[in-house]
């Protein structure tokens, strides 16, 4: 919805480019276990997502390790609690061989998340062939 | 003197709400209440929608449970097309919602509940959630993992997503099962079985260990209802009504899902969004009554498949007249649910028929009445909807599982309140044993007020004269 689908837009695109069968391109909405259900067995993971932000930063990328992310590991009080830290944590520890070893995520600032409409702002929309090109060399430098 | 104590964040509940025990002039307890305090309004936003987008749409209601609506919604929809799906349809709702039913009771026990049993009720809240688990049992925390993915994996193949599947519609459901899938979940079905039967050997063994506590723990009478098949089997998928009293007498029996307002009411108190369903002939509140896993095993006579059912005679002999009353007992009984749900699973795979390519029946028909009823892994779910001639929504009702035990809550909070809280002393443990309480019954708070959102509860104690007297924070 709005700027923040704007992972779905690029995964949409990239699935187009992407024709290498090692590489699997997936959109989900999945969080905590669902995620962690997701990402198992592979050995290398890109993500992309939306991050809220203001003025000039919007549209802007960043290039980001989970830790930077989100604050880190915490009590687990409900399944609605499990940020992607704590999901990583809990593969890495459960299945430490079948976790991503390397992880990056892309994010594109946007500032606005709760308004319904299926149209994005210029500067996020701009923001999408950029990313692409940063996720594809991501992936071609190995 | 005036005493209010708050008990702030009981964790480990899905969605809002907040605890309140006012004490009487000896500082004893007079009244405890469990407060839902978030409100969402599903059943007004509904109105103007065609009944056939009613599955979809109620699906959002609960990211945890969303099968459990989208079948209830879509069995609303075959009800006012006036039809019965096809009998491959009838067993893909069942494939799905054994499916759920097994990641649902999966995730509650292993990663919400099991560090309660696991590590104790006094144990220190920063170790006693599922990092702790982790950390000194991976295994057990391993086959909750397992035997979820498991459930969410059949989900994923029938839906085509893991959280809100498009699946069923009103008529029979929207995509067959191929022979492929089918023999995938086939070959990995009896490790999941096996799982199983550890998680129910694990809370067997713990409620003998701790027998004292788990009988007497948030333990009071109350009815249960629950839908049982033709041979008074638990059933989830269709059946009928059963309601017993705390003595095992059936009040209710052979009740048609349909006609659920000739035994229930629902009352709204001034003080939750969560209205208080109860059973009509005994009034309000005596009229409360259970569901759910503890609700299910009280007023059925014997589970559908052999381990089960075996379990099931077991888990019987705990009461008198087969009538378990304990909260606590709530874990045991879902994990023995888990385990039908398991063996259902690979019976249903089992017959061939699961794979015939006739899955949806068609009708000219539009009644302007139709009510699902199913049983979602919290309790009874009931979806009940009128239509004008076009299809199109003119009113919801839904009574959903954590609103049906919204007055046993209610009492298990008081319980266990009145045990911990005497002449206006609060002991240690209270905070730990309310939640420990609520979390027996695996209560939605999303699901029950349609809200959205997650928030921890708090618990606030009030004097005789309603001043605040002692807030308890984490």
Request: hydrophobic share 40%; aromatic share 8%.
């Amino acid at each position: 919805m709005g700027d923040d689908g704007v992972g779905f837009h690029v995964v949409k695109e990239l699935a187009k480019e992407i024709k290498d069968e090692n590489i699997d391109v997936k959109d989900t909405s999945a969080d905590g276990l669902n995620l962690l259900e997701l990402i198992i067995g592979y050995d290398k993971l890109i993500v992309i997502d939306a991050i809220v932000t203001e003025g000039e930063k919007v549209g802007r990328i960043y290039r980001l390790k989970p830790e930077d992310v989100c604050e880190p590991l915490r009590s687990v009080i409900s399944s609605h609690h499990f940020n992607l830290t704590t999901t990583l944590e809990i593969g890495k520890r459960l299945f430490p061989e079948d976790i991503p070893k390397e992880i990056t995520v892309f994010a594109v600032g946007i500032q606005e998340v709760s308004k319904v409409t299926e149209e994005m702002t210029v500067k996020v929309k701009e923001a999408i062939p950029r990313v692409m090109d940063l996720i594809l060399e991501e992936i071609s430098s190995g | 003197m005036t005493r209010k104590i708050i008990i702030d964040r009981v964790t480990r509940v899905e969605g809002h709400g907040k605890v309140t025990i006012h004490l009487d002039d000896e500082g004893n307890v007079a009244q405890a209440r469990f407060h839902v305090t978030q409100v969402r309004g599903f059943e007004k936003f509904c109105e103007g929608r065609l009944f056939w987008e009613m599955p979809v749409i109620t699906a959002r209601i609960c990211g945890i449970c969303p099968v459990s609506h989208h079948l209830a919604s879509a069995k609303a929809g075959d009800a006012i097309l006036g039809v019965e799906p096809p009998p491959t349809a009838k067993m893909l709702r069942r494939l799905i919602h054994m499916a759920q039913i097994l990641q649902s009771h999966a995730l509650h026990f292993f990663y919400l509940a099991s560090p309660d049993l696991l590590f104790g009720m006094d144990a220190d809240p920063a170790k006693r959630n599922i990092m702790g688990i982790i950390a000194e049992m991976p295994e057990i925390a391993k086959k909750g993992i397992k035997i979820r993915a498991f459930g969410q994996k059949i989900i994923e193949m029938l839906g085509d997503k893991r959280v809100h599947p498009n699946a069923a519609i009103p008529g029979g459901m929207n995509k067959t099962f191929s022979p492929n899938k089918r023999d995938e979940i086939l070959s990995q079905v009896d490790d999941v079985i096996a799982d199983c039967r550890f998680a129910v050997d694990l809370i067997k063994d713990y409620c003998a260990q701790h027998g004292e506590e788990v009988t007497s723990f948030a333990s009071f009478s109350t009815s249960y209802l629950g839908l049982v098949d033709n041979n008074g089997n638990v059933e989830y998928y269709d059946g009928k009504l059963r309601l017993k009293d705390s003595k095992g007498n059936v009040l209710e029996n052979d009740v048609a899902p349909e006609n659920y307002l000739s035994i229930i009411e629902e009352r709204a108190e001034d003080w939750s969004y969560l209205k208080s369903p109860y059973y009509k002939k005994l009034g309000y509140p005596h009229g409360m009554y259970r569901v759910g896993p503890l609700g299910r095993l009280n007023v059925a006579d014997g589970c559908s498949t052999p381990l089960a059912n075996k379990e099931f005679r077991d888990f019987k002999k705990l009461g008198s007249n087969g009538i378990v009353q304990g909260s606590l007992y709530y874990h045991y009984a879902r994990m023995i649910e888990m385990l039908n749900a398991a063996e259902e699973i690979k019976s249903l795979l089992q017959d061939e028929l699961i794979c015939s390519k006739e899955i949806w029946v068609s009708s000219s028909i539009i009644n302007e009445e139709g009510i699902g009823v199913i049983e979602a892994p919290r309790g009874t779910l009931f979806h009940h909807y009128w239509v004008d001639k076009s299809g199109k929504i003119r009113k919801v009702n839904l009574i959903v599982a954590t609103g049906n035990n919204n007055l046993a809550m209610n009492r298990a909070v008081y319980e266990v309140a009145k045990e911990f809280i005497k002449n206006g002393k609060v002991t240690e443990g209270i905070l730990n044993r309310i939640e420990v309480a609520i979390r027996c019954y695996d209560p939605c708070l999303s699901c029950s007020t349609h809200a959205l959102g997650h928030m921890p509860l708090e618990v606030t104690i009030y004097g005789p004269d309603g001043n605040i007297l002692q807030v308890l924070r984490r």
